[in-house]
């Protein structure tokens, strides 16, 4: 039995490798008609590649001319299997060798193999005749051994498995002769072996069997029947054996490719000659014959790519059924009629935006079915696009990027690829390739603003919105998805999200708290804007919070101090003149801006007309001259108003008294009385009074010291208030470097309740020994040095001191002031001064001088500054 025997009862293929490979090119040789997912060969162990490659590189079976795919590739084993039923007849017709191309494509890199399938013809088909029977008319005069050409029998199959032989049915009369063509065809002739007799037999039926070589053997068989006739001496004989002819590929129908023609000798009836096809089979047949004129037309689809060439048997038979024959052979010339096919056989889609340039993308094949220069292509890519094509293996072409890609600028490319071939005239091509572009995060959030500032007033709700940030990241999806974010910090030793929170998706900031513009007037955030990319990219931007005021602070009143912490009154003198500055409110505010700005009125008095208060400088002055008729107590209540929308006010009582002598001091009891000031209070007014016996006892001495003396003091003096230092004009001289004098100013040294304004009151002269505004009084240590420092003066029980007979010295002159400056400090002290006193010297030897003291009273906004004159 053979291996094609074999085959066909076990259903199996046995496939083996015909010749080594040339190249990386395979080569197997199987039987056609197996079937689908037979194994033809194992692919990965004939080139020696590793299974778990196949899949990596994308291993895949392709034809050579993009026809059928008859076989597939298994990734999980490498074996080529059969896909698709295989007719070696189908596809190779009567040719000895049929093979079938297919490549094998291998990615990354790119690799090509070519792969032969030889397919091996099986007996599947038997032998078979044109025509159901065979018509023969035979004259009884034929001599034996007269020869009558049979038609030949068809069999698809080739070699062994096509037509081997003829047999005819046992007769009388006839034999047959089997022959062979040079092509290796067998046709048989029928041989007179015995004389007919017509008057004996009429007609015959004879059985005509052909059989092939295959096993099983097949055989087909087609009826002879005979005819006995007079005799026919002559037959048709053709004008040449063989006729040959070119014919264009794609001829339009009945087109006439050539004419045949065949005499016969004989007349009448005997010597009509028809035309005729010897064995074509109606399925295949793309040419007509004329039995008559011997035309060949066209009747089918020329086409150069599915056959190039055509041989044909013809026949010439006269009346009586006499026939010769012919060989017909058309050729095919090429047409360029088939433009180039471009397949896209592999695309990475979508491309990542940060692939290197030359980096593949896609692979592309290109095929046109045409020959010679009609089949000679090139690609092109149209301009603009980051592409090129790059030939490769033999038809393919490798898709490479040439530029560096932004998905931010173009996020999808249509690329039209044209194939050209150089035909006369070229045809081409195009297909379309949608290339998308994947994102990666490359694109930080960037904000709108380069910085943000939100305003926001004071005592705000805790969650009022502030402001809002926004960013905008380009990339796609979680990439460009922004978060909001406080980066951390602090603000005044807090966290800052003790003060603003923002919204993670929004970016809307709130307040966390509620802010007091006078612990906080303005503050800094930081705020992240993050996307969720991997890794994840960000950027910051400062905000800044500004807040503005709110009158939310009333006036607070510093002097005189509020009802109930003390009792303030102040003396005014009797004699004191129409716009006399008597006192001053002092007032602050918290606030800021306008909602500071403070106005000062009075708003109820003992005597409406008797004083005045400066709206801004809160001053009180009188408006007139003090007359005997004014009440010696004066009550003033003063409101003190800011500028802000609503307007906040506070008030505070100012008491005066119109008094020249200590005498009339007592009647302050009802003043106790009336304003219910604790007792406390009572002991300071019992405390100053006595005070204010000292000073008086003092200024006695001094005065009847000076005119004993008889001498010209170098002040004189002018009724005068203080004015406190940080009202007055800019045109004051230093003293020592310790306080403010102006020069053109006369200073009442006065204290509290008790005091007398008139007592120890100087003026200054406008002489040379009067100091410049613009100089300051300097004394060095030897400047003091009066004597021989035997004797030190007496220090007086009311701060003043006796005059020095023999002078003073350096030492002994910072003594006396150092405790003439606590005596005064302790008598104040219900006005929490501070005193620093400097000597003035009447006598040139330094023995006769005067205390000059300030009272240096330091606050937030402005520093006071009263000049006393002892």
């Known amino acids: 039995m053979t291996c094609s025997t074999f085959a066909l009862h076990c259903g199996l293929a046995f496939v083996f490798l015909a010749f080594p490979p040339v190249r990386g090119d395979l080569s197997y040789t199987i039987q056609e008609e197996l079937k689908p997912g037979s194994v033809v060969g194992n692919i990965a162990k004939d080139l020696g590649l590793e299974l778990g490659r196949l899949s990596a590189r994308k291993a895949r079976v392709d034809s050579e001319d993009n026809s059928v795919n008859y076989c597939r590739l298994n990734l999980n084993t490498g074996d080529l299997v059969v896909h698709d039923r295989i007719d070696r007849e189908g596809l190779c017709d009567k040719k000895t060798s049929c093979v079938v191309k297919q490549e094998l494509v291998l990615e990354n890199p790119l690799e090509l193999h070519r792969i032969n399938i030889r397919i091996q013809d099986i007996n599947d088909n038997s032998p078979q005749f044109k025509d159901d029977s065979l018509n023969f008319d035979i004259r009884e005069s034929a001599d034996k051994g007269a020869r009558f050409v049979l038609d030949e029998a068809h069999d698809e ?18 034999k047959l002769n089997v022959k062979t063509k040079a092509g290796g065809r067998k046709y048989a002739e029928l041989v007179l072996d015995k004389e007919l007799d017509r008057e004996d037999k009429k007609e015959m039926m004879l059985l005509l069997s052909a059989f092939d070589g295959g096993s099983p053997q097949r055989s087909g068989s087609v009826v002879i029947h ?11 004989v053709f004008s040449q054996p063989v006729y040959k002819a070119q014919l264009a590929e794609n001829s339009p129908l009945d087109t006439v490719v050539l004419a045949v023609s065949a005499t016969d000798a004989d007349e009448g009836i005997n010597g009509v000659v028809t035309y005729g096809f010897d064995h074509v089979s109606d399925k295949n047949q793309v040419f007509s014959l004329d039995p008559k004129s011997g035309d060949v037309k066209v009747i089918g689809i020329i086409d150069y790519e599915k056959k190039s060439s055509y041989e044909m048997q013809i026949s010439a038979k006269d009346g009586p059924g006499l026939a010769s024959y012919a060989t017909l052979i058309i050729e095919i010339s090429d047409m360029n009629d088939n433009p180039p096919i471009i397949n896209l056989k592999s695309l990475s889609n979508p491309i990542p935006e940060n692939i290197s340039p030359g980096t593949e993308v896609g692979i592309i094949n290109v095929q046109d079915r045409d020959s010679e220069k009609n089949r000679q292509v090139s690609c092109s890519l149209q301009q603009g696009v980051p592409f090129k094509l790059v030939p490769s293996i033999k038809n393919y072409y490798s898709l490479v990027s040439t530029g560096q890609l932004d998905r931010e600028v173009v996020s999808d490319y249509n690329i039209t690829i044209t194939a050209t071939d150089e035909g006369s005239p070229p045809l081409s091509s195009s297909k379309s390739v949608q290339l998308s572009v994947a994102d990666i995060n490359d694109n930080p959030p960037v904000f709108e603003e380069e910085s943000y500032s939100a305003y926001v007033s004071e005592n705000n709700k805790a969650g009022s919105t502030l402001c809002s940030v926004a960013a905008r990241d380009p990339d796609w999806r979680q990439n460009g998805t922004v978060v909001y974010s406080l980066l951390a910090g602090e603000v005044n030793g807090a966290p800052v999200s003790s003060y603003v929170s923002v919204n993670g998706d929004t970016g809307v900031i709130h307040a966390v708290r509620s ?31 500004f807040i503005s005021d709110v009158n939310d602070n009333a006036p607070q009143i510093l002097y005189p101090a509020p009802e109930g912490n003390s009792f303030m009154t102040e003396l005014v003198p009797k004699a004191a003149h129409g716009g006399s500055l008597v006192s001053k409110v002092i007032a602050v505010d918290a606030d800021s801006g306008q909602n500071a700005w403070l106005s000062y009125q009075i708003v109820k008095s003992t005597d409406p007309g008797l004083f005045t208060i400066g709206v801004h400088s809160g001053e009180i002055r009188t408006q007139r001259d003090i007359s005997e008729s004014d009440s010696m107590k004066q009550n003033l209540i003063v409101s003190v108003k800011d500028n802000g929308q609503p307007s906040l006010s506070a008030t505070c009582s100012m008491y005066l008294l119109i008094s020249d002598n200590l005498a009339e001091v007592p009647e302050l009891k009802d003043i106790s009385y009336d304003e219910k000031n604790s007792k406390l209070t009572s002991y300071l007014i019992i405390a100053l009074v006595s005070v204010s016996t000292f000073f008086l006892t003092f200024i006695i001495i001094i005065l009847g010291v000076r005119f004993c003396r008889r001498r010209k003091p170098r002040l004189l003096f002018d009724g005068a208030v203080a004015i406190p230092s940080a009202y007055l004009p800019p045109n004051y001289a230093d003293v020592d470097g310790t306080g403010t004098l102006r020069s053109t100013y006369n200073y009442d040294a006065y204290l509290t309740t008790g005091s007398r304004t008139s007592d120890f009151k100087f003026v200054s002269s406008y002489n040379d020994n009067t100091l410049p505004a613009d100089q300051t009084l300097r004394k060095s240590p ?43 400090t302790d008598v104040a002290a219900m006005r929490t001064a501070v005193f620093r006193c400097l000597p003035v010297f009447l006598e040139d030897d330094g023995s006769d001088f005067y205390a000059v003291c ?9 520093t006071q500054v009263h000049g006393y004159l002892f």
């Not at 009272?855 to 402005?862: Q, V």
Request: charged share 30%; glycine share 8%; hydrophobic share 35%.
């Open 157 to 174: 199959d080739i070699g062994e498995n096509a037509v081997q032989g003829y047999s005819l049915e046992r007769n009388d009369h006839f």
């Open 782 to 824: 030897s400047d003091f040095a009066f004597g021989d420092g035997d004797s030190s003066p007496e220090i007086l029980e009311n701060g003043m001191m006796k005059r020095s007979k023999k002078g003073l010295v350096g030492k002994q002159l910072s003594e006396i002031l150092a405790q003439v400056e606590q005596r005064i």
């Open 854 to 862: 300030f009272d240096c009273d330091a606050m937030e906004d402005f």
């Open 226 to 236: 005979i005819t006995v006739l007079d005799a026919n001496d002559n037959e048709p």
């Open 515 to 545: 802010f007091d513009y006078e612990q906080l007037r303005s503050f800094k955030v930081q705020v992240m804007a993050r996307d969720n990319g991997s890794p994840p990219l960000s950027s910051n931007v400062t905000v800044s919070v």
